[in-house]
């Protein structure tokens, strides 16, 4: 659920942390993005996951309605690590 993704939050932005880090080197940073594609894969499931279990168990559409909004938001900022990665290779890749 929501901490899962938080938790895949803190994972992906910690590798963002050392693919910046490690483009100073220029070594490095596309196993990084590889990494915080992956982690991003694994919020997409995580969200999947939680979205099924919210309309299982949950009977209130407030709360339902809410806790999806949250969940969506937790999962689109793995998206923007992984918009991160894919700028960094880039710059890796022009500079090269």
Known sequence: ?????????????????HAIKALEGRKGV?????EINR???EADRALQA??????AEEKNA???IKWKE??????????RCEDVANVLEGVVVKHA
Do not use: H, K, W, Y
């Open 70 to 79: 949250i969940l969506d938001f937790l999962e689109q900022a793995t998206d």
């Open 30 to 34: 596309a196993e990084r993005a590889v």
């Open 50 to 55: 939680a979205i099924r279990s919210l309309f």
């Open 1 to 17: 659920g929501a901490r899962e993704l938080a938790r895949i939050i803190l994972d992906s932005a910690e590798q963002v942390v």
């Open 39 to 41: 982690l991003e894969n």
């Open 62 to 64: 407030i709360e339902i």
